[in-house]
């Protein structure tokens, strides 16, 4: 739990605010390059930390990330024409370059005010299929995250994007929540897994019901199942030059053996689940709304789409102002029945978007009672909180990784003897040299 | 107290050593049940949970029921083990 004083320096992310002030130290991850297909294409707005900009590339395939509000008379910039390497306000003419220069200002001509001043700019990567931007004071940008999946070829990296009507932490925090993965998704592991499990007095058949999800599981790095009926695990966290990653370890269904998931938080948007190809990225786009990114490396290609099958364009679709979702309706027939557990159709990122914004808007953490399984989130909790003391105190915030190569960050699912080192699962996260990623490990 | 603990306790922090307290007795296979707490965290949980209060329930942090301790730092919450005399 945390004071009211807490939940709010943790949760508003405003360009005035603590939190805000921390969050615009790392990278962030701003939008879909796919929005951007080519040299002066439409431009995007672009809300983001309760802030907005406007995206653009110009005429030589460059980005630019600019505040949206022109800044004579302050109308949109994502209304503007993109041309002869610059965005034009519709209003009076004025046009902007990419780095904020003012190129004209047609109602004032003559004038040296284009040549003394400029249009708010932010510095902009490319990088895995999304345009990062660093909002934080110049000459303070971090280390770029290059994550490992970055580095594969454009058609095997697979973006999918949602957007949920709640506080970025609620749905962050899921992101490092292992306990409730053998319980929520109990519909989506009878897909991949079919077979009897249970919560608490609640027998369930474990027979496929949530059939729209196509991709077959070993594609998407979901090969190991779920060996294990403990819904209780024991969690162990350690500290990383990111961040942290920790283990949820759980009582394997083989005598002797124990069951592990481990997760590395890369702070503050960034989560490397347990067994999968890529990452789960929670970025803010004001107090009450966040972006949910998933990226995943998808081998041999056939990326496009991977991520989208099996969730009902009525709920979500993932073309651009399309990408709210919207809570389906449950089917309370198949919950009754035994069929279905949740009753939600579409999978993890459904069942676990309903129960983040059925939390409400911005979650008032001094009613909640956390139990031990939920460390991975109160450790999240405290280095945020710890960075926003630094930052205050004119320090930098934790887990910027300087020195450290990102691509050395992996999640593993592996089923290992019981007292075995599961850190051993991911020697990279510690800063050892790199080796594949763990997906499915049986020793 | 130091000059933090004047100001209103930071439970991120009490809370995140408080369970891996509560590991660490697990690890020894020691059974917890109860939470000591500095007076002013105690304080803090009550004044989060006026329902909680009113309702006559006991005050509890990650399962557990707290205790308001005097001798208790502010951030080095204390376990009470089943065989510990409390």
């Known amino acids: 739990m945390l004071t009211q004083e807490e939940n709010e320096r943790l949760c508003q992310v405003g360009p005035d605010t603590p939190m805000g002030r921390v969050l615009r130290r790392y990278w962030t991850p701003a939008f879909q390059l796919g929005d951007l297909p080519g040299s002066d294409c439409p431009p995007i707005q672009v809300p983001l930390l309760g802030e907005s900009f406007v995206a653009f590339r110009d005429t030589s395939g460059r980005l630019g990330f600019l505040d949206e509000l022109c800044m004579h008379r302050g109308a949109s910039l ?4 993109v041309e002869d390497c610059g965005i034009r306000c519709l209003y009076h003419g004025w046009k902007y370059a990419v780095d904020g220069t003012i190129l004209e200002t047609p109602n004032f001509p003559g004038s040296t005010f284009k040549d003394r001043v400029k249009q708010g700019s ?7 299929g999304l ?30 994007e949602m957007i949920l009507d709640c506080n970025w932490m609620q749905v962050q925090e899921g992101s490092i929540d292992s306990s409730h993965v053998g319980i929520l998704h109990l519909d989506t592991l009878a897909v991949t897994h079919p077979g009897p499990r249970a919560v608490g007095s609640f027998e369930f058949a474990g027979e496929p019901w949530d059939t729209g999800l196509a991709p077959p599981p070993s594609r998407l790095g979901f090969g190991l199942g779920w060996p294990s009926q403990d819904n209780g695990p024991k969690i162990e966290v350690e500290y990383t030059p990111f961040g942290f990653h920790y283990a949820a370890l ?5 005598p002797g053996k124990q069951y592990v998931r481990v997760t590395a938080f890369v702070t503050p948007y960034t989560a490397f689940i347990a067994g999968t190809t890529g990452s789960v990225i929670v970025v803010p786009r004001d107090d009450t709304s966040c972006s949910l990114y998933l990226a995943a490396h998808v081998p041999g290609g056939a990326a496009s789409g991977a991520l989208n099958r099996g969730i009902d364009p009525s709920v979500w679709g993932p073309e651009r102002g399309n990408r ?22 579409g999978g993890n990122r459904i069942q676990d978007a309903a129960v983040q914004m059925s939390e409400g808007r911005i979650y008032d953490r001094r009613k909640e009672h956390l139990v031990p399984a939920d460390l991975a989130i109160i450790r999240m909790r405290r280095l945020l909180t710890d960075s926003l003391k630094l930052v205050e105190e004119g320090e930098k915030p934790l887990g910027l990784g300087e020195g450290y190569d990102f691509s050395n960050i992996s999640g593993a699912s592996a089923v290992i003897d019981a007292g075995a080192r599961w850190q051993d699962l991911v020697p990279g996260n510690l800063g050892e040299p790199a080796r594949p990623a763990v997906v499915d490990e049986v020793t | 107290m130091n000059e933090r603990d004047r100001s209103s306790p930071r439970l991120a922090i009490v809370v995140d050593e408080a369970c891996t307290r509560i590991f660490d ?50 951030y080095q919450p204390a376990v009470v083990k089943e065989d510990d005399a409390c």
């Open chain 1, 78 to 81: 994502a209304l503007g024409r």
């Open chain 1, 122 to 128: 932010y510095p902009v990567r490319e990088s895995g």
């Open chain 1, 131 to 160: 345009g990062w931007v660093y909002l934080g004071p110049a000459g303070t940008e971090p280390p770029f995250p290059s994550f490992r999946w970055m580095a594969a070829p454009p058609a095997e990296i697979a973006i999918s």
């Open chain 1, 250 to 254: 759980r009582d394997a269904s083989e």
């Open chain 1, 324 to 345: 709210r979702l919207r809570i389906p309706t449950q089917d309370r027939e198949a919950m009754a029945s035994g069929r279905s557990f949740a009753g939600f159709r």
């Open chain 2, 25 to 74: 007795a697990w690890e020894q296979r020691a059974r917890v049940t109860a939470l000591r707490v500095n007076p002013a965290v105690y304080e803090a949980v009550a004044a989060a949970r006026p329902g909680e209060v009113r309702r006559g329930y006991p005050l509890m942090l990650l399962g557990l029921e707290l205790v308001a301790d005097q001798d208790v730092e502010t």
